[in-house]
T-cell receptor, first 114, second 112 residues
């Protein structure tokens, strides 16, 4: 079946650098995308979302880019801090009438070195 | 706001025993979701309630799993009988808009 895919990458960055986490999705009917952050021992925490009629959205220190042509989603974190160390998941929703069902990717582990 | 509350946080049980996981959603939220997280399969939606009514239970693995939502402030996920392959972290999430789902801290279940 179609799925959002992250292939278990690990990203290690230095404190203060910018981080870019990528995600490929396969369901072209999806109309809503979300990035979640999951710290060890905690539940996923909403970071930022974007709808399919947009290609960029900015939050506080984070930017999400959506490229529907190549079905690619990215999360950019500016001035990465040690507290940003976590697993980051992209998720998609919508398409096929399931406008409540989040399909999660497998996650990227971000490690920030002080 | 206390957020989504789950109990217990950790549960260790023997194969064949009944397990009940509990969730209190954020007050005012009308949608509740149960997810399961494993290393192999990632985060999977088990069941979705809207206004206390189960809307989609297609993710429930088998008849050993059941979920209820008797009122807007409480839900349970029951596994009877439990098996070692049920070992996972179980999350409850709630939302008002369907889009921004707020997750609880999870229950780590170990079945020996």
């Amino acid at each position: 079946g179609e799925s959002v895919g992250l292939h278990l990458p690990t990203l290690s960055v230095q404190e203060g650098d910018n981080s870019i986490i990528n995600c490929a999705y396969s369901n072209s009917a999806s109309d809503y995308f979300i990035w979640y952050k999951q710290e060890s021992g905690k539940g996923p925490q909403f970071i930022i979302d974007i709808r399919s009629n947009m290609d960029k959205r900015q939050g506080q220190r984070v930017t999400v880019l959506l490229n529907k042509t190549v079905k690619h989603l990215s999360l950019q974190i500016a001035a990465t801090q040690p507290g940003d160390s976590a697993v980051y998941f992209c998720a998609e929703m919508g398409g096929g009438g399931s406008n409540y069902k989040l399909t999660f990717g497998k996650g990227t582990l971000l490690t920030v070195n002080p | 706001d206390a957020g989504v509350i789950q109990s217990p946080r950790h549960e260790v049980t023997e194969m064949g025993q009944e397990v009940t996981l509990r969730c209190k959603p954020i007050s005012g939220h009308n949608s509740l979701f149960w997810y399961r997280q494993t290393m192999m399969r990632g985060l999977e939606l088990l069941i979705y309630f809207n206004n206390n009514v189960p809307i989609d239970d297609s993710g429930m693995p088998e008849d050993r799993f059941s979920a209820k939502m008797p009122n807007a402030s409480f839900s349970t996920l029951k596994i009877q009988p439990s098996e070692p392959r049920d070992s996972a972290v179980y999350f409850c999430a709630s939302s008002l808009s369907l889009y921004e789902q707020y997750f609880g801290p999870g229950t780590r279940l170990t079945v020996t």
